[in-house]
């Protein structure tokens, strides 16, 4: 069974920081691409940054310079800094099977920033 688990959200000040936790069971990490995603109340989903299992990362403009994606053995991090209150949203961690292109997600954990 499949299963990944984000946590770390939070309500945070403008210009704190905070970092997310994707937590991965049932499947080979290694071959999985992962990614966050968020979505903001009345907005589309919207890719924030990815990792291959080769450690490549991309980032969406707004977040570049501010958040960083990293993973370890069977966990993706999210680091988030100069948080702003346009990054409020859902943050949601995603995982593609690089062969199968088998897509995972998890449940969510929500991100305020107040201002």
């Known amino acids: 069974q499949v299963q990944l688990v984000e946590s770390g959200g939070g309500l945070v000040q403008a210009g704190g920081s905070l970092r997310l936790s994707c937590a991965a069971s049932g499947i080979i990490f290694s071959i999985h691409n992962m990614n966050w995603y968020r979505q903001a109340p009345g907005k589309q989903r919207e890719l924030v940054a990815g990792?291959?299992?080769?450690?490549s990362t991309k980032y969406v403009d707004s977040v570049k310079g501010r958040f960083t994606i990293s993973r370890d053995d069977a966990t993706v991090y999210l680091q988030m800094n100069s948080l702003k209150p346009e990054d409020t949203a859902v943050y949601y961690c995603n995982a593609v099977n690089s062969l199968t292109l088998g897509v995972y997600w998890g449940q969510g954990t929500q991100v305020t920033v107040s201002s």
């Open positions: 990792i291959t299992g080769g450690g």
